[in-house]
């Protein structure tokens, strides 16, 4: 099975071809090397402040052909049949959650690709690919998923054939919440592995910490670190304190989750987890409780169509595939919206 993936929720106009054999998905043989993965991806560059809506969706406009294309091509040197044949079985891209003229763009792609190419349509929620690539790389069974992206923070498990959402935050995205902080002191977007670089030569000021439950919350945090900084606090030092705090309340609410579910696997997804300090307090945190962790490697964290084909080519083996007129995105798409067709685990 070949499935191209295409993903453009956001920044990233990103398309991916995945390759697997049949059996390996209906086994539920989550170890296919990940080289199997090829991905294609254009990232969109903001010239001063954060991502724009419009210029976003434009910036889709013209990279995902290319990407598609680059994609497409990867298939053909792959494909050992009639020329005449779809390189690909399937096509599947991002529904949502994302930025509504950008999921439009990546939409209409998709279906136009379904219909040249005479193979199905598989609508991909993107927050269950930031957590599925993960459960596929680690061979894990039944982890509990950490989302820190940009524009979300989150923990889901599974649970009665569906995605749960455990805690979240109250306000921003954990990457958002980082990148506005970032664009009051004046560095570009994104902000994240800036603060990463100058947290190293850091020391410790007081900022908030705001844990509620299994929910937790960054406005008032960004609003003490941007205070901090305006009040002549060294910028390195808000830099590393904003990650301890911010790191520190999402390693908590994890092991709440790992406790709660009673769960010894975590696995971390999305773009704010490529900071090495995140995964290091996390993978701290589990190997004090014997749980076992794990971070994809950074292609698969950030937004990347290679998750959507994976995720993708789950669907498209457990039948999960859209007609056209119901193929229609969703800005505010929730992973607990998704039934998970594709896990023949059922839990009570
Ligand atoms: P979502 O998946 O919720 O739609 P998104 O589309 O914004 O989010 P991601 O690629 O998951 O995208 O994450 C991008 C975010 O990751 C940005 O906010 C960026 O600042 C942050 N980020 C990237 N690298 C690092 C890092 N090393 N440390 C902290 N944050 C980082």
């Known amino acids: 099975v070949r ?21 390996a998905i209906s086994t539920g043989d989550r170890t296919a090397h990940p080289d199997d993965v ?3 991806s254009d990232a969109y560059q903001p010239e001063s402040g954060g991502i724009h809506p419009r210029e976003a969706a434009e910036h889709m406009h013209d990279a995902i052909p290319r990407v598609v294309e680059r994609a497409l091509e990867h298939a053909r040197e792959r ?9 690909i079985d399937a096509v599947a891209f991002s529904r949502g959650p994302g930025l509504g003229p950008c999921l439009r763009v990546v939409g209409t792609a998709a279906r136009a690709l379904s219909q040249a190419l005479a193979v199905p349509l598989v609508g991909v929620n993107h927050m269950v690919a930031h957590l599925e690539i993960g459960r596929h790389t680690s061979g894990f069974d039944s982890p509990v998923c950490l989302n820190a992206s940009g524009a979300n923070a989150h923990l889901l498990a599974f649970r009665n054939g569906r995605y749960r959402v455990l805690g979240e935050t109250m306000d921003t995205g954990v990457g958002n919440a980082i990148d506005k902080f970032t664009r009051h002191v004046g560095w570009s977007h994104p902000g994240g592995p800036k603060v990463e670089a100058a947290a190293e030569d850091g020391d410790y000021v007081d900022l908030p910490y705001v844990v509620k439950g299994m929910d937790f919350s960054f406005s008032g945090i960004m609003s003490a670190a941007k205070q901090a900084y305006d009040d002549g606090t060294p910028v390195e030092d808000v830099c590393y304190s904003l990650q301890e705090n911010v790191f520190a309340m999402l390693a908590e609410v994890s092991e709440r989750a790992l406790s709660l579910t009673g769960s010894d696997e975590l696995v971390l997804g999305g773009g704010v987890g490529q900071n090495a300090r995140l995964r290091e307090m996390l993978a701290e945190m589990c190997a004090q409780r014997g749980a076992r962790f794990h971070a994809p490697e950074p292609r698969f964290l950030r937004d990347n169509a290679g998750m959507i084909a994976v995720l ?7 039948g999960d595939t859209l007609a056209l007129e119901d193929s229609r995105v969703d800005p505010d798409f929730r992973p607990d919206q998704v039934p998970v067709s594709w896990r023949s685990d059922e839990t009570e």
Not at 79 to 87: E, M, Y
Not at 312 to 318: I, P
């Open 312 to 318: 993708g080519a789950k669907m498209y083996a457990a």
């Open 38 to 40: 090829f991905i294609e």
């Open 3 to 23: 499935i191209l993936g295409i993903e453009g929720t956001a920044w990233a106009a990103s398309a991916a071809v995945f390759e697997t054999d049949r059996t």
């Open 79 to 87: 494909h050992d049949g009639p020329a005449t044949d779809s390189p």
